[in-house]
């Protein structure tokens, strides 16, 4: 399992709002679905 680092952030609440919705829809953790959101950011970065 990949080692994970624990941090805190500022969210504006709309943005916090949008990611929990998608959570719930997909079945996931708000963190998941955070994750999930980044690495695909960092996907199409490379």
Do not use: F, G, H
Not at 26 to 40: A, C, G
Request: without cysteine.
């Amino acid at each position: 399992m990949k080692q994970m680092t624990r941090t805190q952030v500022r969210i504006p609440s709309d943005l916090m709002d949008w990611v929990k919705q998608q959570a719930k829809e997909q079945n996931r953790s708000m963190n998941s679905q955070l994750v999930d959101l980044l690495s695909q950011l960092k996907r199409q970065a490379a």
